[in-house]
Protein backbone atom coordinates (compact mmCIF):
# COMPACT_ATOMS: atom_id res chain seq x y z
CA UNK A 1 0.00 0.00 0.00
CA UNK A 2 1.16 3.73 -0.63
CA UNK A 3 2.12 5.64 2.23
CA UNK A 4 -0.73 6.38 4.52
CA UNK A 5 -2.23 9.91 4.26
CA UNK A 6 -4.44 9.69 6.91
CA UNK A 7 -2.99 7.30 9.95
CA UNK A 8 -4.76 6.61 13.15
CA UNK A 9 -2.54 5.00 15.63
CA UNK A 10 -4.07 3.22 18.72
CA UNK A 11 -6.60 6.00 19.42
CA UNK A 12 -8.65 6.44 22.30
CA UNK A 13 -11.43 9.24 23.10
CA UNK A 14 -13.18 9.46 26.11
CA UNK A 15 -16.28 11.86 27.21
CA UNK A 16 -16.89 11.43 30.71
CA UNK A 17 -17.44 7.26 31.17
CA UNK A 18 -17.98 6.93 27.70
CA UNK A 19 -15.34 5.50 25.63
CA UNK A 20 -16.76 6.96 22.26
CA UNK A 21 -13.27 5.85 20.43
CA UNK A 22 -12.05 2.82 21.47
CA UNK A 23 -7.93 1.99 20.14
CA UNK A 24 -8.71 2.82 16.79
CA UNK A 25 -6.26 2.49 14.33
CA UNK A 26 -6.99 3.39 10.64
CA UNK A 27 -4.74 4.02 7.46
CA UNK A 28 -6.29 6.23 4.68
CA UNK A 29 -4.27 5.94 1.56
CA UNK A 30 -3.55 9.06 -0.62
CA UNK A 31 -6.40 9.94 -2.90
CA UNK A 32 -8.63 6.87 -1.19
CA UNK A 33 -12.48 7.14 -0.45
CA UNK A 34 -12.93 5.97 3.24
CA UNK A 35 -16.15 5.55 4.61
CA UNK A 36 -16.79 5.12 8.36
CA UNK A 37 -19.63 2.62 8.66
CA UNK A 38 -21.76 1.75 11.29
CA UNK A 39 -24.64 2.63 13.80
CA UNK A 40 -25.40 5.43 15.47
CA UNK A 41 -23.58 6.33 18.73
CA UNK A 42 -20.23 3.64 17.35
CA UNK A 43 -17.85 6.61 17.54
CA UNK A 44 -17.66 7.89 14.00
CA UNK A 45 -18.75 11.62 14.65
CA UNK A 46 -15.52 11.56 17.28
CA UNK A 47 -12.96 9.99 14.61
CA UNK A 48 -13.81 12.10 11.87
CA UNK A 49 -13.62 15.23 14.24
CA UNK A 50 -10.24 14.37 15.69
CA UNK A 51 -8.78 13.50 12.21
CA UNK A 52 -10.07 17.36 11.42
CA UNK A 53 -8.36 18.58 15.02
CA UNK A 54 -11.47 19.13 16.72
CA UNK A 55 -10.93 17.04 19.39
CA UNK A 56 -7.81 15.92 20.86
CA UNK A 57 -7.20 11.98 21.53
CA UNK A 58 -6.45 10.65 25.19
CA UNK A 59 -4.21 8.04 24.20
CA UNK A 60 -2.51 7.74 20.53
CA UNK A 61 -1.52 9.60 17.34
CA UNK A 62 -3.05 10.98 14.33
CA UNK A 63 -0.50 11.93 11.48
CA UNK A 64 -1.10 13.23 7.70
CA UNK A 65 1.37 12.00 5.81
CA UNK A 66 4.33 11.26 7.81
CA UNK A 67 3.70 14.62 10.22
CA UNK A 68 2.42 14.20 13.51
CA UNK A 69 -0.91 16.45 13.90
CA UNK A 70 -2.24 15.25 16.89
CA UNK A 71 -1.35 18.47 19.05
CA UNK A 72 -1.92 20.27 15.95
CA UNK A 73 -4.82 22.85 16.07
CA UNK A 74 -7.51 22.18 12.98
CA UNK A 75 -6.81 25.25 11.05
CA UNK A 76 -3.28 24.45 10.56
CA UNK A 77 -4.31 20.93 9.23
CA UNK A 78 -5.69 21.46 5.51
CA UNK A 79 -8.56 19.11 6.02
CA UNK A 80 -12.21 20.31 5.43
CA UNK A 81 -15.37 19.05 7.07
CA UNK A 82 -18.60 18.82 5.77
CA UNK A 83 -21.20 18.65 8.49
CA UNK A 84 -24.24 16.81 8.28
CA UNK A 85 -27.02 19.83 9.14
CA UNK A 86 -24.54 21.88 6.15
CA UNK A 87 -23.92 24.77 8.96
CA UNK A 88 -24.43 27.53 6.54
CA UNK A 89 -24.80 31.23 7.63
CA UNK A 90 -28.06 32.17 6.75
CA UNK A 91 -27.30 36.59 6.24
CA UNK A 92 -24.42 35.31 3.86
CA UNK A 93 -25.18 35.17 0.18
CA UNK A 94 -23.63 31.73 -1.51
CA UNK A 95 -20.73 33.55 -2.52
CA UNK A 96 -19.70 34.69 0.72
CA UNK A 97 -20.35 31.61 2.30
CA UNK A 98 -17.96 29.56 0.17
CA UNK A 99 -15.64 32.47 0.70
CA UNK A 100 -15.65 31.81 3.95
CA UNK A 101 -12.10 29.91 4.43
CA UNK A 102 -10.46 32.22 1.75
CA UNK A 103 -11.16 35.22 3.87
CA UNK A 104 -10.14 33.15 7.38
CA UNK A 105 -6.79 32.35 5.19
CA UNK A 106 -6.48 35.90 3.59
CA UNK A 107 -6.39 35.21 0.21
CA UNK A 108 -6.73 38.59 -1.38
CA UNK A 109 -10.13 39.36 -2.74
CA UNK A 110 -9.68 38.95 -6.60
CA UNK A 111 -7.80 35.51 -6.13
CA UNK A 112 -10.76 34.66 -3.53
CA UNK A 113 -13.44 35.76 -6.25
CA UNK A 114 -12.41 33.42 -8.71
CA UNK A 115 -11.76 30.28 -6.56
CA UNK A 116 -14.81 30.80 -5.71
CA UNK A 117 -16.69 30.68 -9.08
CA UNK A 118 -14.46 27.88 -9.72
CA UNK A 119 -15.37 25.91 -6.94
CA UNK A 120 -19.16 26.73 -7.38
CA UNK A 121 -18.83 25.98 -10.85
CA UNK A 122 -17.32 22.59 -9.82
CA UNK A 123 -20.48 21.65 -7.86
CA UNK A 124 -22.69 23.05 -10.58
CA UNK A 125 -23.61 25.98 -9.15
CA UNK A 126 -22.21 28.74 -11.31
CA UNK A 127 -25.25 31.47 -11.12
CA UNK A 128 -26.11 31.72 -7.53
CA UNK A 129 -23.71 33.48 -6.20
CA UNK A 130 -25.97 36.60 -4.93
CA UNK A 131 -28.45 34.36 -3.63
CA UNK A 132 -28.98 33.17 0.45
CA UNK A 133 -29.12 29.86 1.72
CA UNK A 134 -32.48 29.94 2.21
CA UNK A 135 -33.49 30.43 -1.56
CA UNK A 136 -31.85 27.01 -1.97
CA UNK A 137 -33.51 23.46 -2.18
CA UNK A 138 -31.76 21.32 0.18
CA UNK A 139 -29.79 19.51 -2.51
CA UNK A 140 -28.04 22.74 -3.55
CA UNK A 141 -27.36 23.88 -0.03
CA UNK A 142 -25.63 20.63 0.24
CA UNK A 143 -23.51 21.75 -2.30
CA UNK A 144 -23.02 24.84 -1.16
CA UNK A 145 -21.23 23.35 2.21
CA UNK A 146 -19.52 20.76 0.09
CA UNK A 147 -18.04 24.07 -2.05
CA UNK A 148 -17.07 25.83 1.10
CA UNK A 149 -15.21 22.51 2.12
CA UNK A 150 -13.55 22.03 -1.13
CA UNK A 151 -12.38 26.04 -1.95
CA UNK A 152 -9.36 25.99 0.35
CA UNK A 153 -8.74 22.87 -1.39
CA UNK A 154 -8.28 20.55 1.37
CA UNK A 155 -5.64 17.88 1.31
CA UNK A 156 -8.35 15.90 3.11
CA UNK A 157 -11.91 15.93 2.77
CA UNK A 158 -13.63 14.75 5.73
CA UNK A 159 -17.66 14.53 5.60
CA UNK A 160 -20.28 13.65 8.27
CA UNK A 161 -23.25 12.06 6.75
CA UNK A 162 -23.56 15.19 4.49
CA UNK A 163 -27.15 13.25 2.25
CA UNK A 164 -29.02 12.79 5.76
CA UNK A 165 -31.29 15.67 5.39
CA UNK A 166 -31.69 15.00 1.54
CA UNK A 167 -34.62 12.91 0.43
CA UNK A 168 -34.19 9.42 -1.12
CA UNK A 169 -33.31 9.93 -4.94
CA UNK A 170 -31.47 13.11 -4.00
CA UNK A 171 -29.42 11.07 -1.54
CA UNK A 172 -28.30 8.67 -4.48
CA UNK A 173 -27.48 11.48 -6.70
CA UNK A 174 -25.42 13.70 -4.61
CA UNK A 175 -23.76 10.86 -3.53
CA UNK A 176 -22.49 9.95 -7.04
CA UNK A 177 -21.59 13.40 -7.44
CA UNK A 178 -18.99 13.43 -4.20
CA UNK A 179 -17.79 10.25 -4.99
CA UNK A 180 -16.96 11.92 -9.22
CA UNK A 181 -15.89 14.95 -7.76
CA UNK A 182 -13.43 13.17 -5.52
CA UNK A 183 -12.18 11.22 -7.66
CA UNK A 184 -11.58 13.72 -10.46
CA UNK A 185 -9.62 16.06 -8.03
CA UNK A 186 -8.04 12.89 -6.49
CA UNK A 187 -8.54 13.95 -2.95
CA UNK A 188 -8.47 11.70 0.73
CA UNK A 189 -11.82 11.53 2.14
CA UNK A 190 -13.12 10.01 4.76
CA UNK A 191 -16.59 9.75 4.68
CA UNK A 192 -19.14 8.96 7.86
CA UNK A 193 -22.22 7.57 7.36
CA UNK A 194 -24.80 5.09 9.32
CA UNK A 195 -26.30 3.42 5.63
CA UNK A 196 -24.66 0.65 4.04
CA UNK A 197 -25.78 0.65 0.87
CA UNK A 198 -24.38 4.46 0.49
CA UNK A 199 -21.09 3.12 1.76
CA UNK A 200 -21.26 0.29 -0.22
CA UNK A 201 -22.13 2.47 -3.67
CA UNK A 202 -19.18 4.72 -3.15
CA UNK A 203 -16.39 3.72 -0.97
CA UNK A 204 -13.14 2.71 -2.28
CA UNK A 205 -12.70 0.84 1.16
CA UNK A 206 -15.02 0.61 4.08
CA UNK A 207 -14.17 0.84 8.32
CA UNK A 208 -17.05 -1.27 10.17
CA UNK A 209 -17.31 0.64 13.12
CA UNK A 210 -19.33 -0.63 16.69
CA UNK A 211 -19.15 1.07 19.93
CA UNK A 212 -15.82 2.83 19.54
CA UNK A 213 -13.99 0.18 17.67
CA UNK A 214 -13.01 -1.08 14.28
CA UNK A 215 -14.05 -4.38 13.33
CA UNK A 216 -13.46 -4.94 9.64
CA UNK A 217 -11.60 -2.82 6.87
CA UNK A 218 -12.27 -3.66 3.24
CA UNK A 219 -13.48 -3.00 -0.04
CA UNK A 220 -16.83 -2.47 -0.02
CA UNK A 221 -17.07 -6.63 -2.06
CA UNK A 222 -14.63 -7.77 1.06
CA UNK A 223 -17.23 -6.34 3.23
CA UNK A 224 -20.29 -8.03 2.29
CA UNK A 225 -19.08 -10.84 0.74
CA UNK A 226 -16.22 -11.94 3.85
CA UNK A 227 -17.14 -9.94 7.07
CA UNK A 228 -15.45 -10.69 9.52
CA UNK A 229 -17.77 -11.80 12.05
CA UNK A 230 -21.49 -11.61 12.11
CA UNK A 231 -22.03 -8.17 13.57
CA UNK A 232 -20.30 -6.94 9.96
CA UNK A 233 -22.85 -9.46 8.38
CA UNK A 234 -25.64 -8.26 9.73
CA UNK A 235 -25.26 -4.83 9.49
CA UNK A 236 -24.00 -4.73 6.01
CA UNK A 237 -27.07 -6.44 3.69
CA UNK A 238 -29.47 -8.94 4.63
CA UNK A 239 -28.18 -12.29 5.96
CA UNK A 240 -29.36 -15.90 6.56
CA UNK A 241 -27.04 -17.17 9.71
CA UNK A 242 -27.33 -20.74 9.58
CA UNK A 243 -25.64 -22.87 12.49
CA UNK A 244 -23.44 -25.66 11.52
CA UNK A 245 -21.56 -28.20 12.91
CA UNK A 246 -18.51 -29.59 10.82
CA UNK A 247 -18.41 -32.82 9.60
CA UNK A 248 -15.68 -33.51 7.19
CA UNK A 249 -13.47 -31.31 5.17
CA UNK A 250 -15.59 -28.84 3.29
CA UNK A 251 -18.77 -30.50 4.85
CA UNK A 252 -20.79 -29.21 7.37
CA UNK A 253 -24.16 -30.44 8.83
CA UNK A 254 -27.05 -27.95 9.16
CA UNK A 255 -31.14 -28.66 10.47
CA UNK A 256 -32.09 -28.64 6.47
CA UNK A 257 -29.05 -31.30 5.57
CA UNK A 258 -25.38 -31.31 4.81
CA UNK A 259 -23.55 -28.72 2.67
CA UNK A 260 -20.47 -28.53 0.96
CA UNK A 261 -18.84 -25.45 1.60
CA UNK A 262 -15.85 -24.31 0.05
CA UNK A 263 -14.40 -21.98 2.89
CA UNK A 264 -12.47 -22.78 5.54
CA UNK A 265 -14.38 -24.65 7.87
CA UNK A 266 -11.91 -26.33 10.12
CA UNK A 267 -14.29 -28.11 13.09
CA UNK A 268 -16.41 -27.63 15.72
CA UNK A 269 -19.39 -25.90 15.53
CA UNK A 270 -19.73 -22.73 13.17
CA UNK A 271 -22.48 -20.30 11.50
CA UNK A 272 -23.17 -20.14 7.68
CA UNK A 273 -24.03 -16.82 6.10
CA UNK A 274 -25.79 -16.98 3.13
CA UNK A 275 -26.56 -14.02 1.10
CA UNK A 276 -30.84 -14.00 0.18
CA UNK A 277 -29.26 -13.35 -3.69
CA UNK A 278 -27.23 -16.14 -3.59
CA UNK A 279 -29.92 -18.99 -3.06
CA UNK A 280 -31.10 -20.22 -6.22
CA UNK A 281 -34.72 -21.49 -6.42
CA UNK A 282 -36.67 -24.50 -8.14
CA UNK A 283 -39.72 -25.65 -8.42
CA UNK A 284 -39.02 -29.41 -9.41
CA UNK A 285 -35.98 -30.92 -7.52
CA UNK A 286 -33.14 -30.02 -9.81
CA UNK A 287 -30.39 -33.14 -11.08
CA UNK A 288 -27.63 -32.24 -9.18
CA UNK A 289 -28.00 -34.15 -5.54
CA UNK A 290 -25.35 -32.15 -3.62
CA UNK A 291 -26.17 -28.35 -1.59
CA UNK A 292 -29.91 -28.61 -3.05
CA UNK A 293 -32.21 -28.24 0.53
CA UNK A 294 -36.37 -28.34 0.38
CA UNK A 295 -38.27 -25.65 2.01
CA UNK A 296 -41.80 -24.19 1.99
CA UNK A 297 -43.00 -20.63 0.83
CA UNK A 298 -44.14 -18.79 3.96
CA UNK A 299 -44.71 -15.44 2.35
CA UNK A 300 -43.43 -13.27 -0.33
CA UNK A 301 -42.76 -9.48 -1.00
CA UNK A 302 -42.45 -8.71 -4.65
CA UNK A 303 -40.06 -5.21 -4.91
CA UNK A 304 -39.90 -4.33 -8.49
CA UNK A 305 -36.59 -5.41 -9.56
CA UNK A 306 -36.43 -8.61 -6.91
CA UNK A 307 -38.69 -11.05 -5.28
CA UNK A 308 -38.61 -11.66 -1.58
CA UNK A 309 -39.45 -14.77 -0.49
CA UNK A 310 -39.57 -16.18 3.36
CA UNK A 311 -39.07 -19.55 3.41
CA UNK A 312 -39.16 -22.42 6.07
CA UNK A 313 -36.61 -25.03 5.63
CA UNK A 314 -36.81 -27.49 8.11
CA UNK A 315 -37.84 -24.89 11.13
CA UNK A 316 -35.58 -22.73 10.28
CA UNK A 317 -36.78 -18.89 8.63
CA UNK A 318 -34.73 -18.20 5.25
CA UNK A 319 -35.08 -15.37 3.28
CA UNK A 320 -34.39 -15.97 -0.70
CA UNK A 321 -34.38 -12.88 -2.88
CA UNK A 322 -34.94 -14.20 -6.52
CA UNK A 323 -33.43 -10.88 -8.96
CA UNK A 324 -35.89 -9.86 -12.14
CA UNK A 325 -38.66 -12.11 -10.75
CA UNK A 326 -40.92 -10.54 -13.64
CA UNK A 327 -44.36 -11.78 -13.50
CA UNK A 328 -43.60 -15.43 -12.43
CA UNK A 329 -44.77 -16.09 -8.41
CA UNK A 330 -43.13 -19.16 -6.86
CA UNK A 331 -45.68 -20.63 -4.15
CA UNK A 332 -45.56 -23.96 -1.81
CA UNK A 333 -42.75 -26.50 -1.80
CA UNK A 334 -39.22 -25.72 -3.55
CA UNK A 335 -36.01 -27.10 -3.73
CA UNK A 336 -33.01 -24.85 -2.74
CA UNK A 337 -29.27 -24.67 -4.38
CA UNK A 338 -26.81 -23.34 -2.22
CA UNK A 339 -23.75 -22.80 -4.02
CA UNK A 340 -20.82 -23.81 -2.17
CA UNK A 341 -19.02 -20.77 -3.39
CA UNK A 342 -21.55 -18.68 -1.94
CA UNK A 343 -21.42 -19.73 1.43
CA UNK A 344 -19.32 -17.71 3.88
CA UNK A 345 -18.18 -19.57 7.27
CA UNK A 346 -18.15 -17.31 9.97
CA UNK A 347 -15.96 -19.35 12.89
CA UNK A 348 -16.80 -17.53 16.24
N1 LIG B 1 -19.21 16.13 23.01
C1 LIG B 1 -19.62 15.00 23.60
N2 LIG B 1 -19.88 14.95 24.92
C2 LIG B 1 -20.26 13.80 25.52
N3 LIG B 1 -20.44 12.63 24.88
C3 LIG B 1 -20.20 12.61 23.56
C4 LIG B 1 -19.78 13.78 22.85
N4 LIG B 1 -19.63 13.46 21.55
C5 LIG B 1 -19.93 12.16 21.46
N5 LIG B 1 -20.28 11.63 22.66
C6 LIG B 1 -20.64 10.24 22.92
O1 LIG B 1 -19.67 9.41 22.32
C7 LIG B 1 -20.26 8.31 21.65
C8 LIG B 1 -19.90 8.35 20.18
O2 LIG B 1 -20.53 9.48 19.59
P1 LIG B 1 -20.36 9.90 18.06
O3 LIG B 1 -18.92 9.91 17.72
O4 LIG B 1 -21.11 11.15 17.86
O5 LIG B 1 -21.06 8.66 17.33
P2 LIG B 1 -21.68 8.56 15.84
O6 LIG B 1 -21.16 9.70 15.05
O7 LIG B 1 -21.19 7.23 15.35
O8 LIG B 1 -23.16 8.57 15.98
C9 LIG B 1 -21.73 8.40 21.94
O9 LIG B 1 -22.02 7.60 23.05
C10 LIG B 1 -21.94 9.85 22.26
O10 LIG B 1 -23.03 10.03 23.11
MG1 LIG C 1 -22.25 11.15 14.04
Not at 69 to 79: C, K, L, Y
Not at 151 to 174: F, G, I, Q, T, Y
Not at 265 to 284: D, F, K
Amino acid sequence: MDRPHVRLSNVTRRFGLTVAVDHVSLEVPEGNFTTLLGPSGCGKTTVLRMIAGFYHPDEGDIFLRDVRVTDIPAHRRNAAMVFQEYALFPHMTIAENVGYGLRMRHVPQHAAVRRIQQTLELVGLSGQERKFPHQLSGGQQQRVALARALVVEPDVLLLDEPLSNLDAKLRVRVRTEIRQLQQQLGITAVYVTHDQEEALAISDRIAVMNRGRILQIGTPLEIYHRPANRFVADFVGLANFVEARVVGAGRVETQGGTLAVHDGAQSGTVTLLLRPEAIRLHRQPPNQTSNILRGRITSMSFLGTLARYWIDVNGMRWTVDVPSPGEDVLDGEVYLEVPPERIHVLQE
